[in-house]
């Protein structure tokens, strides 16, 4: 089992939607959150940041953490052809100085 | 700031074959790191350095992999004898950690992909 489960996807979905990106993990010793979208041939650019538990909101974007049960969401709100990308959910423990990653999820926001 | 630079961005080579990847990053950054990551996965860590030294490398790292950051500054990664399972792209990461430690904001840079035939 990996650490870090995320469903792969594609997720196809309107212009304007409210898209919901999940991701699972193993390890309870996980304490950043991160998430990141990387578009085709790119490099991977973070999005948004948690620490521990909780609810952060940037613009559209919404992180929310459930430790409890070790599940992580991002939501977009007001979807834009723009957001097409892939989505990765990455995870970090404390004094471990490295990132852990999911598969990512591809989404595809059509006009 | 011109952000994270990777070169070359493509290479593609004969089995057996050794490569060279080189990074600059960031400026100021104390903190690079290397991932690979191969078609519809995410990243996995290789390695990383704080400044000159390298701190951790894993188990993904065989002997054929090397990588070195002289004087703290642009980082190469070299694979000797490549074989086809090498076929990657490569993503150099830099961030700027203090005394607390964690990885920092980590800014990628747009990958080196390599090809083995």
């Known amino acids: 089992q990996k650490e870090v489960e995320q469903d792969p996807g594609p997720l196809s979905v309107p212009e304007g939607a409210i898209v919901s990106l999940n991701c699972t993990y193993s390890?309870?010793?996980?304490?950043?959150f991160m998430w990141y979208r990387q578009y085709s041939r790119k490099g991977p650019e973070l999005l948004m940041y948690t620490y521990s538990s909780g609810n952060k909101e940037d613009g559209r974007f919404t992180a929310q953490v459930d430790k409890s049960s070790k599940y992580i969401s991002l939501f977009i709100r007001d979807s834009q052809p723009s957001d097409s990308a892939t989505y990765l959910c990455a995870m970090e423990a404390e004094n471990t100085d490295k990132l852990i990653f999911g598969t990512g999820t591809r989404l595809q926001v059509f006009p | 700031d011109t952000g994270v630079s990777q070169n070359p961005r493509h290479k593609i080579t004969k089995r057996g074959q050794n490569v060279t990847f080189r990074c600059d990053p960031i400026s100021e950054h104390n903190r690079l790191y290397w991932y690979r990551q191969t078609l519809g996965q995410g990243p996995e860590f290789l390695t990383y350095?704080?400044?000159?030294?390298?701190?951790?490398k894993s188990r993904l790292l065989s002997d054929r992999f090397s990588a070195e950051r002289p004087k703290g500054s642009f980082s190469t990664l070299e694979i000797q004898r490549t074989e086809q399972g090498d076929s990657a792209m490569y993503l150099c990461?830099?961030?700027?950690?203090?005394?607390?430690?964690?990885?920092?904001?980590?800014?990628f840079g747009e990958g080196s992909r390599l090809t083995v035939l």
């Open positions: 350095f704080q400044n000159e030294a390298q701190l951790e």
């Open positions: 390890n309870s010793a996980f304490q950043y």
């Open positions: 990461a830099s961030s700027l950690v203090g005394p607390s430690g964690g990885s920092g904001e980590l800014f």
